[in-house]
């Protein structure tokens, strides 16, 4: 399986700042997603981005998150003014095609709020 | 609403102790369940997709099977290096993304 480069691995931050996850995506691969996983509970989703544009957001991406691919490569996913309860490993994932099921996760970033 | 319950909770397996890890699912049209395993501070390592019932996969050790109301992972005679969270997810109806339950954690004692 190949693998996904994500950055920083791990990053803490004061409440109310700016932060900005990074994802390397693999090549060829259309959709792309970022998760998050709170210590000690499951992975939930948060946003699905295809074409450009996002195709899918569950309840937790709000106004302070914001997704995109501002160079072409790289994958991004921005929280405005984190909150102490933004702690969690952000995940991001690919899938190559539409029919294609395959999931691709990657190594994970661990935000810390103080 | 879709839910997906996996049990136990936590395992611990004597080192080729053989057992099954369970994950029910309740979803409206289901279009692939799927397993990985997670290490602590890693990412989940994907193991299989399976899509429709009576459907079997296997990996080493672990086989996977699917019914319609649930999916087994079995674990023959495993060892140290299986020990893991193993999540189960499912894809379903119109969505494009998973949908996680919350994990079995096992730990194989050598």
């Known amino acids: 399986e190949p693998e996904v480069t994500q950055t920083p691995s791990h990053q803490v931050t004061q409440m109310g700042q700016e932060v900005i996850l990074r994802c390397v995506p693999i090549?060829?691969?259309?959709?792309f997603y970022w998760y998050r996983q709170i210590l000690g509970q499951k992975v939930e989703f948060l946003v699905s981005?295809?074409?450009?544009?996002?195709?899918?957001k569950s309840e937790i991406f709000d106004d302070q998150f914001s997704v995109e691919r501002p160079d072409g490569s790289n994958f991004t996913l921005k929280i405005r003014s984190t909150k102490l309860e933004d702690s969690a490993m952000y995940f991001c994932?690919?899938?190559?095609?539409?029919?294609?099921?395959?999931?691709?996760f990657g190594s994970g970033t661990r935000l810390t709020v103080v | 609403e879709d839910q997906v319950t996996q049990s136990p909770e936590a395992l611990r397996l004597q080192e080729g102790e053989s057992s099954s890890l369970n994950c029910s699912y309740t979803v409206s049209g289901l279009r692939g369940l799927f397993w990985y395993r997670q290490d602590p501070g890693k990412g989940p390592e994907f193991l299989f997709t399976l899509y429709s019932a009576g459907e079997e996969k296997e990996k080493e050790r672990l086989k996977a099977t699917l019914t319609k109301k649930e999916s087994f992972l079995h674990i023959t005679a495993p060892k140290p290096e299986d020990s893991a969270t193993y999540l189960c997810a499912v894809q379903a109806g119109g969505a494009n993304n998973l949908f996680f339950g919350t994990g079995t954690r096992l730990t194989v004692i050598p």
């Open positions: 981005f295809y074409n450009n544009e996002i195709s899918e």
């Open positions: 994932a690919f899938r190559p095609a539409p029919g294609h099921y395959g999931y691709t």
């Open positions: 090549s060829n691969h259309l959709y």
